[in-house]
């Protein structure tokens, strides 16, 4: 009698469906992943921050709200150039980045996105959103919207953060333009409030972030990028400090007479004063050699900025 062997039924028919739908899925995570890595070399945070003090320029060059469609040109405009700083300030960076705790993980040491992949994305950003300011704004918004872009990327980025301790001090007035920005698209000049604005936020940059220097100084030192904690004493970065929270406030107040109201006075004297609060009791820890959390510095700075530039725009429209 012949023993007949029966051959399993083969499920790889069945299995085929499955890996198709998990290969899929991988696919999808991946795009996202990607997409992620693209949002990231725009610094999203840093453009947040930049249109805060940007759309209030622009109510008060109008004394009101200027119309809601240049408003959303200036506001798009502005982020993807921004973003075109950023990606740039990015490609440029990543021999550095590679070397700091804060930075490896972002998309070019991580190689999610290719050198030669965020160039181009940098340099399309710059064009277009250049683009859409001398088409849609004006020739004078235009042209300090490029300045900005060059000014961070070759001259802060390439040139001054590498050589010099006062790189802060001159990248200043990149994080100061948009104010312009705002201020020339709806007027197409600039008047002394918009330079007393601007000065705000130049001076206020010192105090925002020599803390977070303060901070990552082990960093920046195996970078080997001379940031002021990384080459002076501590007492030396505190003056400093002290010196530009101080004209910061005296800045922001001088704005005032400028056809402003106790709308923005007050609140800018109040926020001002605790800056300079904040300030003072961070130079008093260096002193007394206490634990320094330079941080409650940098977060509040954050927060002082916000109020000021939101009673510009409250004052503007009452």
Same mark, same amino acid.
């Given at each position: 009698?012949?023993?007949?062997?029966?051959?399993?039924?083969?499920?790889?028919?069945?299995?085929?469906?499955?890996?198709?739908?998990?290969? =899929?899925?991988?696919?999808?995570?991946?795009?996202? %992943?990607?997409?992620?890595?693209?949002?990231?070399?725009?610094?999203?945070?840093?453009?947040?921050?930049? @249109?805060?003090?940007?759309?209030?320029?622009?109510?008060?060059?109008?004394?009101?709200?200027?119309?809601?469609?240049?408003?959303?040109?200036?506001?798009? $405009? $502005?982020? @993807?150039?921004?973003?075109?700083?950023?990606? *740039?300030?990015?490609?440029?960076?990543?021999?550095?980045?590679?070397?700091?705790?804060?930075?490896?993980?972002?998309?070019?040491? %991580? #190689?999610?996105?290719?050198?030669?992949? +965020?160039?181009?994305?940098?340099?399309? *950003?710059?064009?277009?959103?250049?683009?859409?300011? %001398?088409?849609?704004?004006?020739?004078?918004?235009?042209? @300090?919207? !490029? +300045?900005? /872009?060059?000014?961070?990327?070759?001259?802060?980025?390439?040139?001054?953060?590498?050589?010099?301790?006062?790189?802060? &001090?001159?990248?200043?007035?990149?994080?100061?333009?948009?104010?312009? /920005?705002?201020?020339?698209?709806?007027?197409? =000049?600039?008047?002394?409030?918009?330079?007393? @604005? &601007?000065?705000?936020?130049?001076?206020?940059?010192?105090? #925002?972030?020599?803390?977070?220097?303060?901070?990552?100084?082990?960093?920046?030192?195996?970078?080997?990028?001379?940031?002021?904690?990384?080459?002076?004493?501590?007492?030396?970065?505190?003056?400093?400090?002290?010196? &530009?929270?101080?004209?910061?406030?005296?800045? =922001? !107040?001088?704005?005032?007479?400028?056809?402003?109201?106790?709308?923005?006075? /007050?609140?800018? !004297?109040?926020?001002?004063?605790?800056?300079?609060?904040?300030? #003072?009791?961070?130079?008093?820890?260096?002193?007394?050699?206490?634990?320094?959390?330079?941080?409650?510095?940098? #977060?509040?700075?954050?927060?002082?900025?916000?109020?000021? &530039?939101?009673?510009?725009?409250?004052?503007?429209? !009452?």
């Amino acid at each position: 009698m012949s023993m007949i062997t029966e051959r399993p039924v083969s499920n790889s028919a069945g299995q085929q469906p499955a890996r198709a739908a998990e290969a =899929s899925v991988a696919q999808r995570r991946d795009v996202r %992943a990607v997409l992620r890595a693209y949002v990231a070399l725009t610094k999203p945070r840093i453009v947040e921050l930049l @249109l805060v003090t940007t759309v209030p320029a622009m109510m008060l060059a109008a004394d009101g709200m200027p119309s809601l469609w240049l408003v959303a040109v200036v506001l798009v $405009g $502005g982020s @993807l150039a921004a973003g075109a700083a950023s990606v *740039l300030n990015c490609y440029i960076d990543r021999d550095i980045d590679q070397l700091m705790r804060r930075t490896k993980r972002r998309p070019l040491p %991580a #190689h999610t996105v290719s050198p030669r992949s +965020a160039l181009i994305f940098g340099l399309v *950003l710059a064009v277009v959103s250049v683009a859409l300011m %001398a088409v849609f704004t004006n020739l004078l918004a235009a042209a @300090l919207t !490029l +300045a900005a /872009i060059a000014y961070y990327d070759l001259v802060y980025t390439l040139w001054l953060k590498r050589t010099t301790p006062t790189n802060t &001090f001159w990248g200043g007035a990149c994080g100061a333009a948009p104010v312009l /920005i705002g201020w020339a698209a709806v007027t197409g =000049s600039l008047a002394p409030a918009a330079w007393a @604005l &601007f000065g705000v936020v130049f001076f206020w940059q010192m105090p #925002h972030f020599y803390p977070l220097a303060m901070k990552y100084k082990d960093d920046y030192a195996r970078a080997g990028i001379p940031m002021l904690p990384v080459v002076a004493s501590s007492r030396r970065v505190n003056a400093e400090i002290l010196i &530009f929270t101080w004209l910061t406030v005296l800045t =922001s !107040l001088a704005v005032w007479p400028l056809g402003m109201s106790v709308v923005y006075g /007050i609140p800018t !004297l109040v926020v001002g004063g605790m800056l300079v609060v904040e300030a #003072h009791r961070l130079a008093r820890r260096v002193a007394r050699g206490q634990a320094v959390k330079p941080m409650r510095l940098f #977060h509040w700075s954050t927060t002082y900025l916000t109020i000021v &530039f939101v009673a510009v725009a409250l004052d503007a429209l !009452l």
